[in-house]
């Protein structure tokens, strides 16, 4: 589904600062969704609003903190914000399908591609899926962290052309000599901490922030999708992205082509454990390819049955990727820097690889 076209809008576009849903913005974006989806192209919506739209409804004047108070708002305020989107994409002949998903619900292989086969699905019938993390249920462990995560997962599970952050800026600004000035392009590779920004205040209406989008950006690009910050409440910014006009600030992608599974490793199954290992094995994987085997590790952190994924880092602490473990942290600590023969000798009937070359992903660098 490489054709999709994932658009993440942002609290901080359809909420006013007293928590009110901005009813008007979300309707001209719906607009322009409802449009792209009439030409033939795939958008699909990840929105949040829904935490925000629930506070002002059960009486807070600022976001709480605690867990429950936040899993209310969100019961309270999913419902009303997916029933605006009914009604707007109803105007325009187009009928959108609510997804919510949790973190847990990409970290394990089979759901993760339920997932998948279920947003394209949608797109194939002609609806317009409409995705929010869902927050009554998730716990902190199983958490995205905000929807600019949520939006960079969805947009590499879908192998999307584009995924385009709608905020309330303009884009990314760098300091400059009569102030801040737009970032109009950002190449491929760039590093987040190589971007020198200007400090700029945001709204707080929303969890995700600057920091939030680099990242998210960053495991989008890296895996081949091309992105844009811009700005929610600039009417024709939907479409403008979608044609390649030049709005806001674009992010060039990876030509990085990994396969589903790698992508699905690398970013959405999260590491039970941490494998250290020599130099030999950094240059074995990376460089020629090869399975990790015992004779290569060096130290084994965590508790973890065999199939779980582990972090492979290097003698220097530098994370070398992410795999799935063939053996279990015991079993890794009782054979770690022996032969292969003297490994299966140590435990008969287990594997000769601690990780197999097929179920390694490579850090993106």
């Given amino acids: 589904m490489s054709d999709a076209i994932v658009i993440k809008i ?151 052309r584009l995924l385009l952050l709608l905020t309330d800026r303009d884009g990314l600004y760098a300091p400059g000599a009569d102030g801040p000035e737009l970032i109009g392009e950002v190449p491929a590779g760039t590093a987040p901490e190589d971007l020198v920004l200007a400090d700029l205040p945001g709204s707080g ?38 044609a390649g006009e030049p709005v806001g600030t674009r992010f060039a992608p990876s030509a990085r082509a990994d396969g589903a599974f790698r992508l699905w490793l690398r970013h959405a199954k999260p590491a039970q454990g941490r494998v250290v290992v020599d130099a030999g094995a950094v240059r074995a994987l990376i460089e020629k390819g090869t399975s990790l085997l015992p004779v290569g590790v060096e130290s084994c952190d965590g508790t973890f049955p065999a199939g779980e994924a582990v972090l492979v880092v290097g003698p220097d602490g530098q994370e070398v990727g992410k795999g799935i473990s063939e053996l279990s942290a015991e079993e890794i600590r009782a054979v770690r820097g022996m032969r292969s023969e003297e490994a299966l000798a140590v435990l008969p009937g287990g594997a000769a690889e601690v990780i197999h070359r097929d179920r390694f992903a490579p850090r993106v660098r």
């Avoid at 209310?72 to 989107?85: I, M, R, T």
């Avoid at 993760?112 to 279920?118: C, D, F, G, H």
């Avoid at 998210?216 to 895996?223: E, K, L």
């Fill in 10 to 160: 942002g609290s901080s576009t359809l909420v006013d600062g007293s928590g009110a849903l901005r009813e008007e913005v979300l309707g001209r974006r719906v607009a322009e969704i409802a449009a792209l989806a009439a030409e033939g192209q795939r958008p699909v919506l990840v929105s949040s609003g829904a935490i925000a739209c629930g506070l002002g409804r059960l009486g807070f004047g600022v976001r709480p903190d605690a867990l429950p108070d936040l899993q209310a708002a969100s019961a309270v305020g999913q419902g009303a914000l997916f029933a605006h989107y009914i009604t707007e994409f109803g105007r325009h002949g187009a009928v959108p399908g609510q997804v919510l998903l949790t973190s847990g619900d990409l970290g394990h292989r089979a759901s993760y591609l339920n997932a998948r086969n279920t947003l394209e699905r949608l797109v194939a019938l002609g609806a317009i899926p409409v995705i929010n993390e869902n927050d009554t249920t998730a716990t902190d462990e199983l958490t995205f962290g905000d929807n600019d995560v949520l939006a960079a997962h969805v947009a590499i599970l879908l192998r999307a």
């Fill in 205 to 242: 209406r929303g969890r995700g922030g600057i920091a939030s989008k680099l990242a998210s950006v960053a495991m989008a690009t890296g895996s081949g999708v091309a992105c844009i910050v811009a700005s929610g409440d600039v009417d024709g910014i939907i479409p403008a992205a979608a």
